[in-house]
């Protein structure tokens, strides 16, 4: 497990970028905190299998991130955009896009 400091410096970013990231990742469950000797600092893990862990599945769940289901008016244009965004989901998942992050490291 890693800090936030530690992902940052490894990524070559700037550790508030980095802490946005890690809290958006620990909100979906892509990451899980764990405590550290220093009570004031965690470290961060996989919330879930390396070998379930892809690229599609981190894209899937920061998409979703906060979206409930709001009244909209249905229009063309939104079942368009709606098609769209479920054939671009079709092609990451069949493609490169689908892609372990462990086979990435």
Do not use: C, W
């Not at 620990?26 to 990451?31: A, H, L, Q, Y």
């Not at 961060?44 to 390396?50: K, R």
């Not at 229009?75 to 992050?101: A, P, R």
């Amino acid at each position: 497990a890693l800090t936030a400091t530690q992902i940052a410096q490894q990524l070559d970013m700037p550790v508030r970028l980095a802490r946005m990231i890690i809290a958006d990742f620990v909100e979906t469950g892509i990451f899980t905190e764990v405590k550290t000797s220093n009570e004031k600092e965690y470290a961060y893990q996989p919330g879930l299998s390396e070998n379930e862990l892809s690229v599609k599945y981190i894209l899937d769940k920061i998409d979703t991130k906060g979206v409930n289901e709001m009244p909209i008016h249905s229009s063309h244009e939104l079942e368009t955009i709606h098609k769209v965004m479920n054939d671009f989901d079709e092609v990451v998942k069949q493609n490169k896009g689908n892609v372990l992050v462990k086979d990435i490291l």
